[in-house]
């Protein structure tokens, strides 16, 4: 005789199988669906626009950073937060060590994996190699700083670095 307060003894059959099964499944996908999302909305991986083009000027940039590296000018850039705003100062020297003046620069601030944050700066000479933008308000962390420095139109210094701003 079976005792009524025993439950019976439960099988694993087929449908549960499949249950798991797709159910398994199932989580994958979500799970893949969000990654592929993030992925195509967050930083899209793009340094240039066209890299034939940037091929057909690769001896001319070779040439370039040659002479930049001739010239050994020594270019600081450091944001620093005053009142609330961030302002991006940079401290532009000679291989001497003597104030560089008379540059037109250029600058873009952002964060080091999307674009979504850059911000494109004209910096003002303050004098004696000190150059300045206001960058606006920046929130704590590590920026990326691109910085392009022109005399008479002609392009003389290109860097990309990062920063810590507290």
């Known amino acids: 005789m079976t005792n009524p307060a025993e439950k019976p003894e439960k099988?694993?059959?087929?449908?549960?199988?499949?249950?798991?099964?797709?159910?398994?499944?199932?989580?994958?996908?979500?799970?893949?669906?969000?990654?592929?999302?993030?992925?195509?909305?967050?930083?899209?991986?793009?340094?240039?626009?066209?890299?034939?083009?940037?091929?057909k000027i690769y001896d001319e940039k070779l040439e370039q950073a040659r002479q930049q590296e001739e010239r050994a000018w020594h270019v600081d850039a450091q944001l620093k937060r005053s009142s609330g705003q961030v302002f991006l100062v940079i401290e532009a020297k000679d291989k001497l060590g003597n104030a560089l003046s008379g540059l037109d620069i250029k600058a873009e601030v952002g964060r080091p994996i999307t674009d979504s944050q850059d911000h494109k700066l004209e910096l003002v000479a303050e004098g004696n190699g000190i150059y300045k933008a206001d960058v606006g308000t920046l929130d704590p962390g590590r920026w990326r700083v691109k910085i392009s420095a022109f005399e008479k139109d002609e392009l003389k210094f290109k860097s990309v670095g990062q920063t810590t701003l507290d």
Not at 13 to 24: A, C, D, I, Y
């Open 11 to 55: 099988q694993l059959t087929g449908k549960h199988v499949l249950m798991w099964v797709l159910g398994f499944f199932g989580v994958m996908f979500v799970a893949n669906g969000f990654f592929i999302y993030y992925a195509n909305t967050s930083w899209p991986g793009v340094e240039v626009e066209s890299s034939y083009k940037e091929g």
